[in-house]
């Protein structure tokens, strides 16, 4: 069935209150903007009546300031009904589907799946075809300090940089490691061998490069297939203990369904 399409003035819609979506690039919406001066919108925007007055946008957020940028009275618009929990559920996937979200806005979206709609990591990737270890690492990524999540948004540190410097603990070495990321260009890898380098076990026993080799690739084997760090301490014997680190239930949980296969 053909839903009906309404052209609604752009003055009686309100801004979705669960848009996670935080910053639109400019350019982008200029350019959006002086496309549909010359060929109208093309596909309708996805709006609810408000408990208020007006209408709540769902779903075409680019489109609806786009509009406004053009100059345009009224925008083409598909009218739904749905609960304040569907919206929120609906218009965060819609943005994380659609979007090109910065990784600090997709990271605060999966976050409000999981804490403000109860939906497990497990649940969020199934419903995103993506994987669990991916939604995991990109929650875990709020838990590092306003300043280096300021680089994360501005794209001056990469995610894959970000989630390595969670292994690192001390919110001050963090910071100076960004800054040492940044000034001297550091690769992944080279900041993994900084990190990991720290906290290698001394002992004489385990002194023996090839067990040290050994230990290495399989932490770095084990932390991409788990998306948790894990450290490895063995001696001559290839005798000691493997420690798997969690931030949370849904993380233990998940570990120990993993080990239960």
């Known amino acids: 069935m053909t839903e009906e399409i309404t052209q ?3 003055s009686t819609i309100v801004k979705n209150p669960y848009q996670p979506r935080l910053v639109f690039d400019e350019d982008r919406l200029r350019e959006l903007a002086n496309s549909i001066k010359e060929n109208g919108v093309l596909q309708p925007i996805i709006v609810r009546k408000s408990k208020l007055i007006g209408y709540e946008l769902l779903a075409g957020e680019r489109r609806f300031q786009a509009s406004k940028l053009a100059g345009l009275e009224t925008i083409p618009a598909i009218i739904r009904t749905y609960s304040d929990e569907e919206m929120m559920t609906l218009s965060i996937l819609e943005n ?4 090109n979200l910065n990784p600090l806005e997709e990271s605060k979206s999966l976050a409000q799946l999981s804490d403000k709609l109860g939906m497990t990591h497990d649940e969020i990737a199934k419903a995103l075809g993506k994987s669990r270890s991916y939604v995991s690492n990109l929650v875990r990524l709020l838990g590092l300090p306003d300043k280096i999540l300021k680089h994360v948004e501005n794209r001056t540190l990469s995610p894959a ?3 390595t410097l969670l292994a690192e603990k001390n919110p001050k070495k963090q910071l100076e490691l960004v800054d040492k990321i940044i000034n001297e260009q ?8 900084i990190i990991y380098g720290e906290e290698k076990v001394t002992d004489k026993s385990v002194s023996n490069s090839n067990i040290n080799l050994f230990t290495d690739e399989t932490e770095k084997e084990l932390m991409k297939k788990l998306g948790n760090k894990v450290k490895i301490q063995a001696n001559k014997k290839y005798q000691g203990k493997l420690s798997l680190h969690f931030d949370n239930l849904d993380e233990l949980e998940h570990l120990i369904e993993l080990l239960k296969k």
Do not use: M, S, T, W
């Open 161 to 163: 940089h970000a989630r």
């Open 96 to 99: 994380l589907q659609r979007e």
């Open 8 to 10: 609604l003035k752009l």
């Open 186 to 193: 550091l690769n992944v890898r080279e900041l993994e061998a």
